[in-house]
């Protein structure tokens, strides 16, 4: 697994989240994003684990891509290898890119992969 810190600021990936020029400068994010290399899946019950690319992930969420149709607000499950599993909400989709928000997870335990 390979883990590189690289958020420094203003940096988009066209939702605007973490455009500081859209917010005054001030970044909107909660939680410092890093970018991650892991083996993952994604799992939108009741169907089967599908594979996804992360691009970015924090104690709060994840950005990724997936060729899995999924829907605002759907509950998933997100498998990391040599990790476990997270499960979360879907806060923003396109047709192949999705960002996901962390629900009930163990952030001591998640610092540790991040």
Do not use: N
């Amino acid at each position: 697994m390979h883990v590189s810190h690289w958020f420094t600021g203003k940096y988009s990936w066209g939702w605007g989240m973490s455009d500081s020029s859209a917010t005054g400068g001030r970044e909107r994010r909660r939680h410092i994003r890093v970018r991650i290399s892991v083996d993952a899946r994604i799992e939108a019950p009741p169907r089967a684990p599908q594979p996804c690319d992360i691009y970015d992930m924090s104690i709060g969420g994840a950005l990724m891509e997936t060729r899995v149709a999924l829907r605002l607000g759907q509950h998933v499950i997100l498998h990391l290898a040599d990790f476990g599993v997270i499960e979360g909400r879907v806060a923003r989709v396109t047709s192949t890119v999705l960002a996901i928000i962390f629900e009930g997870v163990d952030q001591a335990a998640l610092g540790v992969l991040l």
